[in-house]
């Protein structure tokens, strides 16, 4: 494994861990050259999951792109890299592991507004803003009502 710091091919495993429940090994490394460590995930190749987009194309399972949402979402919120991480890690587990070969991004993003209204209402309205693009804020006032109305019904 190359350094990214000072791209020597020397280094050590200092620590490996299972991640994505077991389906992944996270492996911290020390350079040997330089000292410095870093961090590597290892894991297991399986048939690429394809995205149908809205425009019909087709691209392969980015699950960076679910967390870059996620933060962008939950910036300056009480949402732990944990839980995002867990949110990324349920859907990718809930779409690569049904055996489907395609998944439609619009079900993607549907999912990422399921765990985000569990976890943080400002970081699910600030998705659902961009992901429904909202050409008005009576568009939003009516996201914020319906948010508003289900957690009414479930406090009763």
């Not at 490394?29 to 987009?53: D, N």
């Not at 050409?135 to 019904?153: M, N, P, Q, Y």
């Amino acid at each position: 494994m190359r350094c990214p710091y000072c791209d020597s091919d020397s280094d050590k495993v200092v620590d490996s861990r299972s991640v994505r429940d077991g389906r992944g090994v996270r492996r911290r490394r020390e350079c040997l050259e330089c000292g410095r460590r870093f961090t590597t995930y290892e894991f297991i190749e399986e048939s690429q999951l394809l995205v149908i987009k809205k425009d019909g194309r087709r691209e392969p399972f980015d699950r960076s792109k679910i967390i870059k949402g996620i933060q962008i979402a939950c910036r300056k919120r009480p949402v732990s890299a944990e839980q995002m991480e867990a949110i990324a890690n349920s859907i990718e587990v809930e779409f690569s592991g049904n055996g489907a070969m395609e998944v439609l991004s619009s079900k993607i993003g549907e999912k990422i507004m399921e765990h985000l209204k569990d976890v943080d209402q400002v970081a699910y309205v600030r998705f659902a803003s961009v992901y429904r693009q909202f050409k008005d804020v009576g568009e939003f006032r009516i996201a914020l009502h319906k948010l508003l109305e289900a957690d009414e019904s479930n406090t009763k």
